[in-house]
């Protein structure tokens, strides 16, 4: 029996932290701790070894193609493939940031939405059967696309999207507000809720494909909102402890051997959230 494999991205710090904590605990298998910065990855694990926890690392720096891939081939090579992949890496600009709203636009796209598509693009060959594939997104996704025109609402809600089309939409989003012009084109004026809404609708593609190319491998793929979580990202009057925001994902992460749903959808509270 090979042993089983967890691999949580960003979690070094904050919510990919606390999620490593608990599988560490939960989980029967090998934990991976990622991060792109090494030396504040070993810090992370010894901070979590000095609780009686045994994480292991690997540096993974998802912006970075090559360490994607650097990655995928290590875990191939030692594990056969991966049993949970938690994609947690993600930014977000201050309010207060001055940088334009165009930077904020690609920089927060280029990780939130397209360097999470390169990971899932890498790794989604590597989940074995009956595995788990959990994308940490938020509300604030649903929240915008209720904002942005009919028209990319019945894109964003379609069966028929595909990941080509998403792509396209969230490139097209970057260009427009580049050129000051997002809001014509029919787009909420928020960087972090627009690749929020990419994620959670490529979690549905990618969840569509899964029952259609792999139907008997039971893998359950996801979206989740971990809530409004006390971090260096969201700001120390949030509500939850990163604990707490870990509970949904690592819920998802480990639904039972079998289990059917959810699949494809959004969920927070471990309740799937209408989209």
């Known amino acids: 029996m090979s ?13 990919g932290f606390a999620i490593v904590r608990a599988l560490c605990k939960q989980f ?11 030396s504040r990855g ?3 694990l010894e901070s979590l070894a000095s609780e009686g926890l045994k994480p292991l690392f690997h540096q993974l720096d998802i912006n970075d193609l090559n360490s994607i891939t650097t990655a995928a081939a290590f875990f191939k090579e030692r594990y056969g493939g991966v049993d949970i992949l938690i994609n947690n890496a993600g930014i977000a600009f201050k309010v ?3 940088a334009p709203f165009g930077t904020q636009a690609e920089v927060t796209l280029k990780t939130n939405f397209f360097a999470t ?39 964003f809600r379609s069966e028929d999207i595909t ?16 050129n000051g012009e997002h809001k014509q084109d029919g787009w909420a004026d928020t960087a972090y809720g627009v690749s929020k809404t990419g994620l959670t ?9 899964l029952s259609k190319e792999r139907p008997n491998d039971g893998i359950l793929l996801n979206a989740c ?42 969920v927070s509270e471990k309740e799937v959230q209408p989209w």
């Open 225 to 266: 909102c971990p809530g409004w979580v006390r971090t260096d990202m969201a700001g120390s009057k949030a509500p939850k402890s990163p604990d707490e925001g870990a509970v949904t994902p690592v819920y998802l992460a480990l639904l039972p051997a079998g289990a059917t749903e959810p699949h494809g959808r959004f």
């Open 96 to 98: 207060a940031d001055p």
């Open 201 to 209: 609708t490529l979690s549905m593609i990618l969840a569509r494909r």
């Open 28 to 38: 029967q298998g090998d934990v991976y701790l990622t991060s792109r910065d090494v």
């Open 163 to 178: 990941e080509d089309e998403l792509a396209g939409l969230m490139q097209r989003f970057v260009e427009k507000a580049k």
């Open 117 to 155: 598509r390169d990971m899932l693009t890498h790794f989604m060959p590597l989940i074995k059967a009956g595995g788990r594939v959990v994308n940490v997104s938020s509300f604030v996704g649903s929240r915008t696309l209720n904002q942005c025109s009919p028209e990319l609402q019945q894109r």
């Open 3 to 15: 042993t089983k494999v967890a691999i949580v991205t960003g979690s070094n710090k904050g919510i």
């Open 42 to 44: 070993q810090a992370a």
